[in-house]
């Protein structure tokens, strides 16, 4: 079933283009949308119409439904309309300090949409009309994204700044923050005292008395370790005094980890029950669970192919589309065409790329990546590179290296310090342009 574009383009252009707090680009189906040229507001010189707003507002409705506390359709339209003059003030901004967007970026992001939601460029095309957009359109609305992704890549994130001191002390609270989340550790010693499948109700109580005995004897001074390996059912016949090791507590049964709850080391368990009979605990140790910071790793392959006065973007998009098909048509193996085709350096690896972690690629290869179903081969990906296909062969979480754990913290705070500024700078903007309301249809 075709994903509908207005689902595709919530979110992922926002991602693709960078983390921008304006408009949808998603549109309503035409047959739902009257053309209304009414114009509302006036930002500077520029009209924002009805129509712009209904289209924004009706995306907006889509993410409302699903929402615990739904908008009325007024408050909705007031959103809708916000986000426009707010979306308008800063390509107005991008435009006067110069900023363009020449049409090599614009068939790069239109490519990477596509690529993003696993659908041809041609595909992309055909579902338009079916949001009231045309391709013009369309790609004036990514033109317009990035506009604004550029002048905040250039007012806001080239001057935010994390010193040695700052990134340590973020590390510190991340840290602290996983601990809190992370099992505690236990060593616990055992005395198992089993009770035959069946037993009637007079055996069940001798073993229950026999298993409060020892309980009693370990209380009173006995060694808890004589008692485990002359009394003890468990398997290991009390073996080592029926200690079990040092191990998470989500590696331990619940009943044993509620049993030893408000124990001190070195105390002794009441007898608990389970299908194999009595046990009597004794808390070993409790060790806080060990904080090492861990992150999503990938573990992608790719075939690149670079354009270049021999081959041109189009050209490359092609040729790669045709080896995609090879590819999943099951007619060549991966591996096997990076190796025959692939201008990257890791062509004689079949393209393998390793463990790799955010950031280590450029932002429209790791959009795609991050979002890729694992064994599943993207449509032709633009980037500042070339063109990719890519696949992703594993993705599992994986602790770092202390230099590296320092990086991600300097990197998470600084885009912490980013969204902070460019929250405050939209608001800047936005209340240094010229905004006249008009009469609106609402």
């Known amino acids: 079933m075709n994903k509908p574009l207005t689902s595709i383009l919530s979110g992922l252009l926002v991602a693709l283009l960078g983390s921008v707090a304006v408009a949808s680009l998603a549109a309503t189906p035409s047959?739902?949308?009257?053309?209304?040229?009414?114009?509302?507001?006036?930002?500077?010189?520029?009209?924002?119409?009805?129509?712009?707003?209904?289209?924004?507002?009706?995306?907006?409705?889509?993410?409302?439904?699903?929402?615990?506390?739904?908008?009325?359709a007024n408050e909705l339209y007031k959103l809708a309309l916000d986000r426009l003059i707010t979306e308008k003030a800063l390509q107005q901004q991008?435009?006067?300090?110069?900023?363009?967007?020449?049409?090599?970026?614009?068939?790069?992001?239109?490519?990477?949409?596509?690529?993003?939601?696993?659908?041809?460029?041609?595909?992309?095309?055909?579902?338009?009309?079916?949001?009231?957009?045309?391709?013009?359109?369309?790609?004036?609305?990514?033109?317009?994204?990035?506009?604004?992704?550029?002048?905040?890549?250039?007012?806001?994130?080239?001057?935010?700044?994390?010193?040695?001191?700052?990134?340590?002390?973020?590390?510190?609270?991340?840290?602290?923050?996983?601990?809190?989340?992370?099992?505690?550790?236990?060593?616990?010693?055992?005395?198992?005292?089993?009770?035959?499948?069946?037993?009637?109700?007079?055996?069940?109580?001798?073993?229950?008395?026999?298993?409060?005995?020892?309980?009693?004897?370990?209380?009173?001074g006995e060694s808890f370790e004589a008692l485990a390996r002359q009394y003890s059912n468990a398997a290991d016949k009390g073996a080592n005094g029926g200690e079990l090791g040092l191990r998470t507590e989500d590696r331990y049964p619940e009943l044993f980890v509620q049993a030893v709850a408000r124990l001190k080391t070195g105390e002794i368990s009441d007898p608990v029950e389970s299908g194999a009979g009595f046990h009597v605990l004794k808390l070993l140790q409790r060790k806080a669970g060990t904080a090492a910071l861990s992150v999503m790793q990938t573990h992608p392959r790719h075939i690149l192919l670079r354009t270049s006065s021999q081959m041109s973007q189009a050209q490359a998009v092609a040729k790669l589309?045709?080896?995609?098909?090879?590819?999943?048509?099951?007619?060549?193996?991966?591996?096997?065409?990076?190796?025959?085709?692939?201008?990257?350096?890791?062509?004689?690896?079949?393209?393998?790329?390793g463990w790799v972690r955010a950031g280590m690629f450029v932002p429209e290869f790791e959009q795609v990546m991050d979002h890729l179903p694992l064994n599943t081969v993207s449509e032709p990906v633009v980037s500042r590179f070339g063109v990719h296909l890519i696949e992703v062969l594993e993705r599992k979480p994986m602790p770092v290296s202390s230099a590296d754990a320092r990086e991600i913290a300097r990197n998470a705070l600084r885009e912490k310090k980013i969204e902070e500024a460019y929250t405050r700078w939209v608001e800047d903007v936005r209340s240094r342009a010229y905004v006249e309301m008009r009469d609106s249809p609402q």
Do not use: C
């Open 321 to 353: 589309q045709g080896l995609r098909q090879q590819i999943v048509s099951r007619k060549a193996e991966f591996a096997q065409v990076a190796r025959q085709w692939s201008q990257d350096g890791s062509a004689p690896s079949g393209g393998d790329l």
């Open 94 to 220: 991008a435009r006067d300090t110069g900023i363009t967007i020449d049409k090599d970026a614009i068939d790069q992001a239109e490519m990477n949409v596509a690529a993003n939601n696993q659908i041809t460029l041609e595909q992309l095309h055909q579902r338009l009309p079916q949001e009231g957009l045309t391709v013009a359109a369309f790609r004036e609305k990514l033109k317009g994204q990035l506009l604004i992704n550029r002048l905040r890549e250039r007012e806001v994130e080239g001057k935010a700044r994390v010193s040695d001191l700052e990134a340590e002390q973020y590390l510190q609270t991340l840290l602290a923050k996983q601990a809190s989340q992370t099992p505690q550790e236990l060593n616990l010693a055992m005395i198992l005292v089993a009770v035959p499948e069946g037993a009637s109700a007079d055996v069940r109580q001798q073993k229950l008395t026999l298993a409060r005995e020892m309980a009693r004897q370990a209380r009173a």
């Open 31 to 72: 047959a739902a949308v009257q053309t209304v040229n009414r114009i509302v507001a006036v930002v500077n010189s520029e009209p924002v119409t009805d129509h712009e707003v209904q289209q924004v507002s009706a995306q907006l409705a889509q993410e409302n439904a699903r929402a615990p506390q739904r908008l009325s």
